[in-house]
Nanobody, 118 residues
Framework: QVQLVESGGGLVQPGGSLRLSCVAS????????MGWFRQAPGKEREIVAR????????YYADFVKGRFTISRDIAKTTVSLQMNSLKADDTAVYYC???????????WGQGTQVTVSS
């Protein structure tokens, strides 16, 4: 079972930046895609961005396009989310996830809190 550990959350002012990182315990052959999700209080979990580990192709939710960038390292064991121009609405717990070729998310991190507030 692949273990995912996130880091990099915290408190930032509106307009600021944060970089989240997710380290996988191993490079499992079943890992085809990795992504970032978020869940705000009282809301459902939603996808923020994902990246295919082989091709590097990306997907972004409309509400983060132009502000967030997802990337992976060459060894494909770390995925990062650079978040710029943060807004109060971005406040949430952010989760890293690993998925297979069928886009089934089979492993989740414990989550890291991002709070955007002045």
């Amino acid at each position: 079972q692949v273990q995912l550990v996130e880091s990099g959350g915290g408190l930032v002012q509106p307009g600021g930046s944060l970089r989240l990182s997710c380290v996988a315990s191993e490079r499992s052959e079943s890992m085809y895609v990795m992504g970032w999700f978020r869940q705000a209080p009282g809301k459902e979990r939603e996808i923020v961005a994902r990246i295919r580990l082989g091709s590097g192709s990306t997907y972004y939710a409309d509400f983060v396009k132009g502000r967030f960038t997802i990337s992976r390292d060459i060894a494909k064991t770390t995925v990062s989310l650079q978040m710029n121009s943060l807004k109060a609405d971005d406040t949430a717990v952010y989760y890293c996830a690993a998925g297979n070729v069928g886009n089934s998310w089979f492993s989740w991190g414990q989550g890291t809190q991002v709070t955007v507030s002045s």
